[in-house]
């Protein structure tokens, strides 16, 4: 009955301490193309960043057991994640270099279940408005037939980061 899962990250100050020398854009092409470490996040879900582009981002999971909850369905913290994660890097991928931004708020709004059963399912987050100081964002969560699993709206404040 017993079940075990293991993982492996790379350190995730090599990607850190690259935050600001290029733009939003470029540093997750870095990171999407393997030159930069994934945040070690990615590896504990199992999810990775398959798109990104100027105010969009994709994440896509496949739904796992590791990722239940009590009631034998994905936790929605899991789901959290992946929105955040899309959400915020369609906004980091607008940012000129020298520049960072962090998640402000995160509205969630669940509207079905997923389980190991619903297959791969992707995050796709677009940038509504960047301003000088905040962004907002919304993501949708999906299944492989488009049906909408999911959706979040995120508010991000942008900050300069020492280069």
């Given at each position: 009955?017993?079940?075990?899962?293991?993982?492996?990250?790379?350190?995730?100050?090599?990607?850190?301490?690259?935050?600001?020398?290029?733009?939003?854009?470029?540093?997750?092409?870095?990171?999407?193309?393997?030159?930069?470490?994934?945040?070690?996040?990615?590896?504990?879900?199992?999810?990775?960043?398959?798109?990104?582009?100027?105010?969009?981002?994709?994440?896509?999971?496949?739904?796992?057991?590791?990722?239940?909850?009590?009631?034998?369905?994905v936790h929605g913290g899991v789901y959290a994640t992946l929105l955040?994660?899309?959400?915020?890097?369609?906004?980091?991928?607008?940012?000129?270099?020298?520049?960072?931004?962090?998640?402000?708020?995160?509205?969630?709004?669940?509207?079905?279940?997923?389980?190991?059963?619903?297959?791969?399912?992707?995050?796709?987050?677009?940038?509504?408005?960047?301003?000088?100081?905040?962004?907002?964002?919304?993501?949708?969560?999906?299944?492989?037939?488009?049906?909408?699993?999911?959706?979040?709206?995120?508010?991000?404040?942008?900050?300069?980061?020492?280069?």
């Open positions: 009955m017993g079940r075990s899962r293991t993982y492996d990250w790379e350190d995730p100050s090599v990607s850190a301490s690259a935050v600001g020398h290029c733009s939003g854009l470029d540093f997750l092409r870095e990171v999407q193309a393997g030159r930069l470490p994934a945040p070690p996040i990615a590896a504990t879900l199992g999810m990775r960043l398959e798109e990104v582009e100027h105010g969009r981002a994709v994440f896509s999971l496949i739904p796992g057991e590791e990722h239940y909850n009590p009631i034998g369905s955040d994660s899309a959400a915020g890097c369609a906004v980091q991928s607008v940012l000129p270099p020298a520049m960072g931004y962090t998640s402000l708020d995160l509205t969630v709004k669940f509207l079905r279940p997923v389980t190991v059963d619903t297959g791969r399912i992707r995050a796709v987050g677009t940038v509504l408005n960047s301003g000088r100081r905040t962004a907002l964002a919304q993501a949708e969560l999906l299944d492989e037939a488009d049906r909408l699993l999911a959706h979040t709206t995120s508010s991000c404040l942008l900050f300069p980061v020492p280069v």
